[in-house]
């Protein structure tokens, strides 16, 4: 079984960053694929970025490419989410998620384990 914490989020002001960190429990996270998803009021839960076990691929989704980065130290147990040039619609809570999965990385049914999530606010 793999626990995850996140944490990292606040509150920025609009072209700010925020670096995510997604901390696991055990041994086992390096066997996992990675993901972050977010969820604004009222709006469904959406994908943000993923990677695979052993770091050598990433995915994003559209809108944040070229603005979110994506890493993972497995020697820490630890998925990182840097987070720049934010925008108000980058506000939610940013969950973590990790799985043993290989495909279909946009889709959260695909993850077995979830963290409890981090608050994300960008506003001026």
């Known amino acids: 079984q793999v626990q995850l914490v996140e944490s990292g989020g606040g509150l920025v002001q609009p072209g700010g960053s925020l670096r995510l960190s997604c901390a696991a429990s055990?041994?086992?996270?390096?066997?996992?694929?990675v993901g972050w998803f977010r969820q604004a009021p009222g709006k469904e839960r959406e994908f943000v970025a993923a990677i695979s076990r052993f770091g050598t691929s990433t995915y994003y989704a559209a809108s944040m490419k070229s603005r979110f980065t994506i890493s993972r130290d497995n020697a820490k147990n630890t998925v990182y989410l840097q987070m720049n040039s934010l925008k108000p619609e980058d506000t939610a809570v940013y969950y973590c998620?990790?799985?043993?999965?290989?495909?279909?990385?946009?889709?959260?049914?695909?993850?077995?384990?979830w963290g409890q999530g981090t608050q994300v606010t960008v506003s001026s």
């Open positions: 998620a990790a799985g043993p999965v290989y495909k279909r990385y946009t889709d959260p049914l695909v993850y077995d384990f």
């Open positions: 055990g041994r086992t996270f390096s066997t996992y694929g």
